[in-house]
Structure formats: C-alpha cells, structure tokens
C-alpha cells in the first residue's frame, strides 16, 4: 500500500533556503545548479528553450531537499485515501522543495522559466499510473483527456498535464516510521514557463532535464531499493 497526499510548497522555515544572488550572471546549462542536470539535461534544456546561457535562480541542494523530505516523514500522519475525510490530527499535505529554475529576465524580471521541484507524492496518481501500465488497449480508459501517462523503464511512471511534466517513482528510506510502508512514492515536477518553445517541448526532452533532480534526490534520500532511473530513455505511452 502507498500513501497519500495532497502537495503544497514547503515553508522556508523547514529547511532553510539558499540566498538569491542579487546580481545574477548569464550561466551556461551545464552550470545550472551546481551543474545539477549533467550533460544529457544541459543538451535537452538548450534544445528545448533554444538558447545556451541563463540565469541560475536559487533554489535547495539536492541535500537540502532530502533534509526537508526526511523532516516531513518525521511529522504525525496515517496513509489515507485522499477522497475520505481528514481525521482529528492526520497531516494532509506535504511541502515540495524547488532545485533549479532556468530562467531568461528581461529589464531584471524573470520573462521565461523552467522550474524542477520534488515532493511526497499522492498515492491515488502513481497507482493509477501503475494501473495504466499493466492495462491492455481493450481495458484503457479514454475518460481522461487532461494528462499522457508514460513508463520510463521499469521503476517510473512518468505524467504529461498541462501544469507541467512528472515523474514518480517509490524510495525505500531509511530509518522512516514503523507506520510507514518501506516505498514512499517521490514526485519530481517540471514546470514549464517557456513561452517560445514550440514543438521542441517533447517528453524526452523534459524526462531527460527533470531525471537528474530525480536521480539527484533520490541518492540524497538514499532510497535503499534498487532503482532504476535512466537519464536517456524515452518515456512509452502507457497502454
């Protein structure tokens, strides 16, 4: 069984939030984030936006997110089924934590951004992904016209909806509540704010700037099952 939970932005006082540079300077995609997106996320993010140097906005460490991440299983809360009401004291939500945003300003305002968070996620979405998975073209359900489901190798389902591109995926952490289950699903999003992108928007290209936050925070955690978390496989439209 895998939990539920409804997101919302973690508060700073969590864990506390890098300083903003008050003069930011033109990086190229490589150097992003402490160079968090490796060479095939630096690739897919400049073919995506269609330029080769941006402004790094601040955002946690890979380390730092994990903290939070840890912090939040230390908080009181029961698995739910997010339709059924909240009792006295169970926690309903969880706070996501934002690794790099990539951004173009224009007369110092941020005009163009990419932002990649990640967070606990809702058990009812990566269960029903799962589903969408293992169904056959005869069982699929068509009812649903306001997101793609894909499969990114065997241990993550990935999402396409209009508010961005996720990944999910289950972490196994150590030394979580007895009243946790071992595999906690992790959300990793991108948030696209590009406005001159095109048909270059593709989910390869975001699957392969979001997977290494993903990667990234998951080695963090260090999720104790045997992931796999391929930074160039090309997401499969579930069936």
Known sequence: MIFSAVLLMASCSEVESPQ???SPKLRSASSLCGGLLGEKGSGALEELTGINQFVDLFGYS??????GLKKQLE?????????EPLESGEMFSWGSFNLCTPSVRKEGVAKDFISLDVSWSNSATIDELRKGRESSAVDK???????QAFSIGP??????????????????VPGASPEQEENLPLRARLSDQWTDKG???????YSRILMPAARATAKALGCTNALELPVDATPKPSA
Request: aromatic share 14%.
């Open 141 to 147: 359900d068509d009812s649903r016209t306001d997101f």
């Open 155 to 172: 241990d993550v389902y990935g999402e396409l909806k209009e508010s961005g591109f996720y990944l999910y995926f289950e972490c196994a």
């Open 62 to 67: 890979p380390d730092a997110a994990a903290e």
């Open 75 to 83: 908080e009181k809360w029961k698995p739910r089924d997010p339709r």
């Open 20 to 22: 903003g540079d008050a």
């Open 199 to 205: 048909e270059r928007a593709t989910p390869a290209r």
